[in-house]
Each structure stands twice: as structure tokens, then as C-alpha cells.
């Protein structure tokens, strides 16, 4: 039996997909989804030089002072007139640098009396303190924003203050999640041999910060007519199903899907946990039929129904984050599969959970990372340097 190995995997499923379309959205619907193209500045920032504190506008040229006040200028009200020698401007922090001045002297280093502003400091200490010289952040057509770039907090702030009150990114995909299986029952029931469905949960979970629309497809039974017509009605960009994707003789999934018109590209990865995984493409959706253990649905979802999403949502950079630490404690050899060791971070020390099985959740739920085995890796001693992907 040939297993993919997991990189492969990765670029052909990303191969399967093709990227959502285009929208123009208001900045607050833009939260965490991709920039489909460049966005560049509409105007420069700041617009003209600004004082950076509370203070007087002065010429540097006329210290030590004092200074003979003219005026004020605050943000949106700016002075008028041009600061002449030895003359001061109130300023306040965001407003216009009057015109010949060139420094602005804080209040807490001057004495006013009247219209006479002495230095009680030691006051600005070269041309330009204070100010921000127009053009500091940004100026008109500089990009602000790369297409394929993640749009934060602050790169929407960063939009807004370049002029900008909508973003073109891409529409949002839509991800039906199915979870199959005769012994499942809905969270919160505990029939007597039946078992809580508990993948739909974490898979939702999984992808809640991304720009999804969930559609739940709810427990689907083992009769591959049934599951055949429950595929037969998927309207998604992404059909993730859980479980039945193994060889026994109730793992009708991949039968019932091809029943239903999808082509499979491949089925079983050099990977553990996730081995049975397997993608396709079932009219314009992708197919992910992860395996129903939950700890290798989780693994799948992190390696690959993540970075899908970013990649049909128009992201340049989709590879999950890892970084390099410690190992804890010793490793034995790895196998022939690439391995994700459930394992918490203790000191900055990776230590991998003492059982590994595929089933358990509170091995799961403990874990803050997951240590990379590449296959065949050696022995590894506390000490040395392992790769970990971070569990958030
Ligand atoms: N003879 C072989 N048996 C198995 C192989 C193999 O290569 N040869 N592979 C094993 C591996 S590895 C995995 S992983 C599992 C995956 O099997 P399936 O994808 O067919 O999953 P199921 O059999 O349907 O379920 C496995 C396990 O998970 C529970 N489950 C299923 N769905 C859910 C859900 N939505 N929420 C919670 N728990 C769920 C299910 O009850 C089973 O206990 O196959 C091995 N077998
Ligand atoms: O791959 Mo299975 O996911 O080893 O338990």
C-alpha cells in the first residue's frame, strides 16, 4: 500500500480548489479574510507635518526664548498665519505645525505668562523634535496592503487611515461538515452504547476564526444510499466528512461519495495520526473525508482543512506556523509516517503525552503542540531540537 506523504497531499488538494471570487466589502467585514489584490494609499500620512505633543510651535533657531505667543493651533483648527522670529504657537498634540516653525517645546519644559512663553528646560534638542513630518507612515500610492495578505486589525486601521472605506478580498467559503457513523448521538446524550458526536464540535471550533460559513450536515448513518443522497445535496466550497474512511465493512464513505458523482484523488497519507484521510472533489467542492477518530480528524483539519480554506480565501502564506524547541524528554525512533505527537510545553521543553492513541480527546485537550516526527527519524535525546506546530 502506498501511502501520500503529507506534503504532497497538501499541494494536491491545494491543486483540487480553485480561489473564491472577488468582493468589495465594508472594512468591518473584512475581519481575518485575505486582500485579493494590492491596496494602495489614497492619501498621504500625515498630510501635513503635526506636532507629536502638547506644546508650543516654535522656530529651534530662537532658543533659549522666550517667545512672544501668537496664536494656537489644535487638531482640526490650525493656525492661520506664519510664525514669525521669536514668536510661539499653542500647540496640541495631531495639530499643524504652523508655518515657519520647526520644533514644538512641551509644556512641561515652559512657563507662560500672558502672552510670554519662557523655557523652564531644557527645551527641544535639534529641528524637528516633536513633529511628525508629513509622510512619517505612509504616502498617496504606496501599497499598504499585498494581495494574499491577512487582514488584521491594524492592516484594517491602516486601510481606513489610507483612504479607504471598503477592501476587495475574496467571498467567503462555505464549508459543509458531516460526521457519519450509526453509533453517533448529538452532544449532550449518553444512550447506553451509543457515542457523542464530538467531531462536528471540534471541527467548527477548529475554523471559527476563519472566513467560513459552517453548513452542518448533522450525523449521517451508515447506508451508503443515504450518505450517497446526502452528497448528492452538498452546495459548499469545502465537504468535510468525519469517519467510515477506513477499510471495514462499514466505511461506506468513499464509496457513497463516488456514488454521487466524486472523483477521489487520492485516499490514505503517510501520516499518524490521519492515515485513512482522503480528497477529492465532488462537483465544485473540495472533499475532505477525514478519518473518525478524533484525534486524527483534528490532526487532518490542522494540516489541511485550515490551510485550504486560506488558500481558496486567497492567502499567499497558508503553511501552518512551527518553531523549533527543546525536546523534553526522549523519543524512540519514528516509523515509516510522518508523526504528530499530542505534547506540552513545560519550561519551553517539548514533552510528548506518555499514550498516543488516536481516540483520546483529553490527551488532546491537554496538548499545547504537537511535536513533528519526520519518517524514520533516529532516536531523539532531551535536548535536542524538534520542530513543534503550536495548538491554539
Ligand atoms: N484494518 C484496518 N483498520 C483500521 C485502519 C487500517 O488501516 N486497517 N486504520 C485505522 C486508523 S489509522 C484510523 S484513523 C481509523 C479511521 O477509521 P474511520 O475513518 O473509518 O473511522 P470510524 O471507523 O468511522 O471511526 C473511528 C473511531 O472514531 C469514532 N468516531 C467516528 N466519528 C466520530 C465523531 N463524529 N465524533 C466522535 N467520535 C467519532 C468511532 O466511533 C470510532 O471509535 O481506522 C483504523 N482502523
Ligand atoms: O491514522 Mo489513525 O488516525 O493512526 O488513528
Request: hydrophobic share 45%.
Amino acid at each position: 500500500m502506498t501511502l501520500l506523504p503529507v506534503e504532497e497531499a497538501r499541494d494536491r488538494i491545494f491543486s483540487l480548489g480553485t480561489l473564491a471570487a472577488c468582493e468589495e466589502v465594508p472594512l468591518h467585514q473584512a475581519a481575518g479574510r485575505w486582500a485579493a489584490k494590492a491596496i494602495p494609499a489614497r492619501r498621504t500620512q500625515p498630510a501635513a507635518d503635526l506636532s507629536a505633543m502638547d506644546g508650543y510651535a516654535i522656530r529651534f533657531s530662537d532658543l533659549p526664548g522666550p517667545w512672544r505667543l501668537v496664536g494656537e493651533s489644535a487638531a482640526g483648527h490650525p493656525f492661520s498665519g506664519t510664525l514669525g522670529e521669536g514668536e510661539a504657537v499653542r500647540i496640541f498634540t495631531g495639530a499643524t505645525m504652523p508655518p515657519g516653525a520647526d520644533a514644538v517645546l512641551v509644556q512641561e519644559e515652559a512657563d507662560r505668562d500672558g502672552t510670554v512663553v519662557a523655557l523652564t528646560g531644557e527645551g527641544p534638542a535639534h529641528v524637528g523634535r516633536n513633529v511628525r513630518p508629513c509622510g512619517l507612515d505612509f504616502r498617496t500610492e504606496e501599497i499598504l496592503i499585498a494581495a494574499g495578505e491577512r487582514l488584521t486589525a491594524a492592516r484594517l486601521a491602516l486601510c481606513a487611515m489610507g483612504g479607504h472605506d471598503t477592501v476587495p478580498v475574496r467571498r467567503r467559503i462555505r464549508v459543509a461538515i458531516a460526521a457519519t457513523g450509526d453509533e453517533l448521538v448529538p452532544p449532550g446524550r449518553t444512550d447506553a452504547g451509543k457515542l457523542p458526536e464530538s467531531n462536528g464540535t471540534m471541527l467548527t471550533a477548529l475554523v471559527h476564526d476563519l472566513p467560513v460559513d459552517v453548513v452542518d450536515l448533522g450525523i449521517l448513518p451508515d447506508s451508503q444510499e443515504l450518505l450517497e443522497s446526502a452528497f448528492r445535496q452538498v452546495d459548499a466550497d469545502i465537504l468535510v466528512t468525519t469517519g467510515g474512511a477506513s477499510v471495514g465493512d462499514h466505511d461506506l464513505v468513499r464509496p457513497a461519495l463516488e456514488a454521487a458523482g466524486a472523483n477521489i484523488d487520492f485516499w490514505r497519507i503517510a501520516l499518524r495520526p490521519g492515515k485513512p484521510m482522503m480528497a477529492g472533489m465532488l462537483r465544485d467542492a473540495v472533499v475532505l473525508g477525514l478519518p473518525g477518530n478524533p484525534v486524527s480528524a483534528f490532526v487532518t483539519a490542522t494540516l489541511f482543512l485550515r490551510p485550504l480554506i486560506a488558500k481558496l480565501g486567497g492567502a499567499s502564506d497558508v503553511a501552518p506556523a512551527t518553531f523549533t524547541v527543546p525536546l523534553g524528554e526522549d523519543l524512540p525512533a519514528n516509523g515509516p509516517r510522518t508523526d504528530y505527537l499530542r505534547a506540552k510545553l513545560v519550561d519551553g521543553a517539548a514533552c510528548a503525552a506518555a499514550i498516543q492513541d488516536s481516540s483520546m480527546l483529553r490527551t488532546l485537550a491537554r496538548a499545547d503542540c504537537l511535536i513533528l516526527r519526520t519518517p524514520h527519524a533516529p532516536p531523539a535525546a532531551a535536548g535536542d531540537s524538534v520542530e513543534i506546530l503550536p495548538l491554539t
